[in-house]
């Protein structure tokens, strides 16, 4: 199965900073990567798939980035309704795996 | 839009048994494969299994293999995710989601305990 090491497991970051996230994959997954975020009693939000590519509706400050094994996912410009917990998701293989998450919370 | 409503879970035994259902509506259900994907009470998420549009294809993921069986029923927009021999690991909100994950539903709590 390929592994997902995403980084970092949980930060703090104050509103209008920039933040990135990465996912590291065990093998070259041909961009086949989305993102998700998530927040508490609810279920994942597509943010990006293919990598790069931005779900209809989602904010222009959510960009991703990335190919072969190394991917990010960048917010511009941090807002409130940002927080939340964010899942990246190989999809190149099964089974699909995800990252382990990570935690952004309001410094 | 699009909508996928879960329904089956609840309380279940060790070692018992439990369907769960998703109900699809306002896409053609029947062009698109369809993914189970689980998250532990506090835990990240975990992909469980995925059938393709007309049934031909079936992945599981190695936990539940033999326990679990996901099926559809194309003329009644349903997916299934039929679970056998439960263990309290299997305890979590189960999430059916659509082929390229761009669609949820709001999940279904299965519990497994004494």
């Known amino acids: 199965d390929i592994k997902m090491t995403q980084s970092p497991s949980s930060m703090y970051a104050s509103l209008g900073e920039r933040v990135t996230i990465t996912c590291k994959a065990s093998q070259d997954i041909n961009s086949y990567l989305s993102w998700f975020q998530q927040k508490p009693g609810k279920s994942p939000k597509t943010l990006i798939y293919r990598a790069n590519r931005l779900v209809d509706g989602v904010p222009s400050r959510f960009s991703g980035s990335g190919s072969g094994q190394d991917y990010s996912l960048t917010i511009s410009s941090l807002e409130y309704e940002d927080m939340g917990i964010y899942y990246c998701l190989q999809y190149d293989e099964f089974p699909p795996t995800f990252g382990g998450g990570t935690k952004l919370e309001l410094k | 839009d699009v909508q996928l409503v879960e329904s089956g879970g609840g309380l279940v035994q060790p070692g018992g048994s439990r369907k769960l259902s998703c109900a699809a509506s306002r896409f053609t259900f029947s062009s698109f494969g369809m993914h189970w994907v689980r998250q532990a009470p506090e835990k990240g998420l975990e992909w469980v299994a995925y059938?393709?549009?007309?049934?031909?294809?079936?992945y599981y993921t190695d936990t539940v293999k033999g326990r679990f069986t996901i099926s559809r029923d194309n003329p009644k927009n349903t997916l299934f995710l039929q679970m056998t021999s439960l263990r309290s690991e299997d305890t979590a909100m189960y999430y059916c989601a659509r082929k390229d994950y761009d669609y949820w539903g709001q999940g279904t709590t299965l519990t497994v305990s004494s």
């Open positions: 059938i393709s549009s007309g049934s031909s294809t079936i």
